[in-house]
């Protein structure tokens, strides 16, 4: 048992300063310095495994005294750290794994972070939510929500992969609804936050209050609900509150990052409860919409940009708006810094190191190997004559990733893919497109490759 709550802790902890950093750091430093990062903890000992002795100077200076903080608040001892260096697997994480484990039993006060991020964020509204094409459906169903709370659509469950404005979005719901009835009683809270709440009340032996607090109120917003898969004892917390406020018509919002029958860890009654109202999709943004977002965040900075830059940036970054706006922010600061003022030149410059990584990542021989790990295929199989269908989707899906991430021809594509005709590929493009539309579990997994390939 002792080991059980150690391996819970372990996880726990580690996806709190996950978290933490990813909410704190620019992007580009999150994905440099904190995502390479193996962790693993035995009693009190905390080892951090670096990929390289500069990644982890930098981390025993700059994030270490963070690391340890949230380490021993978590353990209630001080830990022991050991720092190494070695390696990690080659191709790009999949997307996959997810906690194993039940209940956490560590005493978890509440630090300052989570008390904020528990709060509604005034900057993030509607008024500067970008819309486009990739998330006009999720726009609007929030606005109607805002609207006429618990009325429409309850619960409304909104998903997608990282750094597509869920956050933004669910944030802007609460702040609308807050403006337009200050006296409304709203609770945004982050999914690790909720379970902390729940463990909270275990350990102080608050289940009325807790429950009572979270039964009254009139909105609750829970963001990134797949935390709590494999976490019975919060999902069943997590159904009785939520059936309480739905039939109270009380509004809830959840997001996640992917729909709710493809949660793995989560009880069916749960997924088929957040499907019970709407459940809608913000895809990312397609380069019109990345545009858009660009002009509008640079006016906001007053270092506008003009609109060959913004292409010129949304050409190049193309995974998410988070990204974007690291990348945006990179250049603002490089024109500040040499007194410059911002060109496509400039833009080149100040992004010299990212579109580096980038052009030398996706290749297409990643792109193959994570699509065969993902349908768990072989690459060989993937590049071979074979017509079954569990091959020939993932080659078509495989084909059409190569399209959109690299910079390679259709008849490129066709030779790397077993000397197939430039055809097959046009084909396998069109058909993944269509079927993009109608088969939510195929564009779920498209979706959650092209991030993992572009990260
Ligand atoms: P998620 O919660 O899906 O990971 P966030 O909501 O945190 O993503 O969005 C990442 C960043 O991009 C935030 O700074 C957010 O304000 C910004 N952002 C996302 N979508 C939009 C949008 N449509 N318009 C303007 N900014 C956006
Ligand atoms: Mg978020």
């Known amino acids: 048992m002792v080991y059980r709550k150690q391996i819970m802790s ?52 700059r994030f270490l005294p963070e690391i340890s903080k949230r380490a021993e608040s978590f353990l209630s001892v001080v830990p022991n750290f050991e720092l190494l260096i070695g390696k990690r697997s080659g191709s790009s994480p999949l997307p996959k794994p997810r906690a194993v484990e039940t209940e956490i039993v560590q005493p978890l006060p509440l630090t300052k972070t989570q008390k904020n991020q528990n709060k509604l964020n005034p900057l993030l509204s509607f008024d500067n939510f970008v819309t486009g094409k990739a998330n006009q459906l999720a726009h609007s169903a929030a606005i109607q ?5 618990g009325t429409i659509y309850n619960p409304l469950f909104i998903y997608g992969g990282v750094g597509l404005g869920k956050t933004h979005l669910i944030q802007s719901i609460g702040n609308h609804i807050k403006h337009e009835n200050p006296q409304a009683k709203i609770c945004y809270v982050h999914a690790t936050n909720y379970i902390s709440d729940v463990v909270r009340a275990f350990q102080t032996k608050k289940f009325d209050e807790f429950k009572q607090f979270y039964n009254s109120l009139d909105l609750l917003l829970i963001d990134d609900i797949q935390f709590i898969a494999d976490k019975p004892g919060t999902q069943q ?37 957040f499907s019970s109202g709407l459940t809608v999709a913000i895809e990312p943004p397609g380069v019109e919409m990345r545009v858009a977002i660009l002009l509008q965040k640079a006016a906001l900075s007053n270092n506008p940009i003009t609109e060959d830059v913004a292409f010129f940036i949304a050409k190049h970054v193309r995974s998410n708006i988070r990204e974007l706006e690291g990348a945006l922010k990179r250049i603002d600061a490089f024109s500040r810094f ?75 594509i066709g030779a790397a893919f077993g000397d197939r005709d430039h055809t097959t590929v046009m084909y396998a493009c069109k058909t993944i497109e269509s079927l993009r539309t109608q088969d939510a579990v195929l564009n779920n997994d498209f ?8 990260n």
Not at 23 to 41: C, G, H, R, Y
Not at 242 to 258: E, P, S
Not at 447 to 454: E, I
Request: aromatic share 8%; proline share 5%.
């Open 447 to 454: 979706s959650l490759l092209n991030q993992t390939l572009r």
């Open 145 to 149: 929500v805002a609207e006429s709370p």
């Open 10 to 61: 372990d996880k726990t902890l580690w996806d709190s300063c996950l978290h933490y950093f990813e909410n704190t750091l620019p992007p580009q430093q999150f994905n440099s310095w904190i995502k390479p990062l193996a962790f693993e903890i035995k009693g009190n000992q905390i080892t951090l495994t670096a990929p390289n002795s500069f990644t982890l100077k930098l981390v025993q200076e």
């Open 338 to 412: 040499h007194k410059r003022s911002i060109s496509v030149e400039l833009a080149k410059e100040a992004l010299k190191d990212l579109l580096a990584s980038q052009n030398k990542q996706v290749s297409i021989e990643n792109i193959q190997k994570t699509v065969a790990d993902f349908y768990r295929i072989k690459v060989t199989d993937l590049l071979s004559k074979k017509r079954a269908r569990i091959i020939a989707r993932p080659r078509q899906i495989a084909m059409c990733l190569a399209r959109e991430l690299t910079q390679l021809s259709l008849p490129e």
């Open 237 to 273: 917390e997590f159904f009785y509150t939520l059936n309480f406020l739905i039939d109270g018509h009380k509004q809830v919002v959840i997001t996640c990052d992917t729909f709710p029958k493809e949660i793995s860890g989560m009880t069916p009654r749960l997924t088929s409860r």
